[in-house]
């Protein structure tokens, strides 16, 4: 049965969807089935990998308010083992329609758990709020993997986040797990970047990945050609921290993997 892996942080521009499609991408290059699932009526996973959001019929949105069962919504990418069940702007009103029903924070889980047994990874890239979307990926989820911008104030957003966290755990899945902090978007150019890595690290010690993830401008071209960036520019530096996260994941994830885990000597690149 597949891990669910809810990427969720409830400020925008941090690193979601690029951490969504490229630890799918990479986990899917090393061999796993991942299915991404976007949430996010944005929709910008769905259009970096190349749906056609515009002239969607079958959504993630179809799946939870009209009842559309999962394996006629998945979508095949360019990526070999990487599919998506894409978003539509019409999730925006999802919010709205799911409201008065009954079991609405579980509504995500029950179309998820159709398609489990089919991946071995499931990762959900979710909008920039903490609202009933998010809660329903989270109640999804068997674990949370947070972006966090090496910015002033991200542990405060950090904070506010872990306490969503903690009341999912209390009140709508006690399995909850955090799956770690990945820092994003790393400049070493900028002292104030190195400041916020020691202060995340020294906070979070348990579960922030040795991976950091630097800024690069492959990786932000990529969705416009609709790809990974391990498609797009193969020996880029935005492909090399996206394979090592994945190796570190599944490091974390599966014991007696073959994967090796020599991270730490090189997590603060050159
Ligand atoms: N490591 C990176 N290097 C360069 N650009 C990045 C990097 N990570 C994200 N970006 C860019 O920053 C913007 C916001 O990232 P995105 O993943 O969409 O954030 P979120 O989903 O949290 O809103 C996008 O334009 C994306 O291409
Ligand atoms: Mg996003």
């Known amino acids: ?26 986990l899917a290059i090393l061999e796993k089935r991942v299915l991404l699932i976007d949430a996010d009526p944005q ?34 990418t360019d990526t070999p083992n990487l599919d998506i069940i894409p ?8 919010e709205i329609e799911i409201v008065s029903r009954l079991r609405r924070e579980y509504i995500l889980k029950g179309v998820i758990d159709k398609v489990k047994d089919d991946y071995d990874y499931i990762i959900i890239d979710c909008m920039p709020s903490l609202g009933l979307l998010t809660l329903n990926a989270l109640t999804a989820a068997d674990s949370v993997l947070i972006p966090l911008q090496t910015e002033i104030f991200a542990l405060e957003g950090l904070s506010k986040l872990k306490n969503t966290i903690r009341l999912v755990q209390e009140q709508l899945n006690p399995d909850l797990k955090i799956e ?10 900028l002292r104030l970047g190195k400041i916020v890595v020691k202060e ?36 880029s530096k935005g492909s090399r921290n996206f394979l ?12 007696g993997s073959v994967v090796s ?4 000597s090189e997590a603060v690149e050159k």
């Open 1 to 26: 049965m597949g891990k669910v892996v809810a990427i969720a942080n409830q400020k925008g521009g941090v690193g979601k969807t690029t951490t969504a499609i490229n630890l799918g991408a990479s």
């Open 43 to 76: 929709a910008n996973c769905s259009s970096g990998l190349g749906i056609d959001v515009h002239h969607l019929e079958n959504s993630i949105y179809s799946c939870m308010i009209s009842g559309l069962d999962p394996s006629k919504a998945i979508h095949s």
């Open 261 to 264: 885990n020599d991270n730490k």
């Open 244 to 255: 090592k996260l994945a190796k570190e994941f599944l490091s974390r994830n599966e014991e």
């Open 200 to 235: 995340v690290q020294d906070n979070s010690k348990d579960y922030v990945f040795d991976t950091i993830i630097h800024r690069n401008s492959k990786i932000s071209e990529a969705p416009n050609m609709q790809v990974p960036v391990l498609l797009y520019a193969i020996t």
């Open 87 to 94: 978003s539509h702007i019409d999730l925006v009103g999802a």
């Open 180 to 189: 770690g902090v990945v820092l994003s978007m790393f400049d070493r150019r």
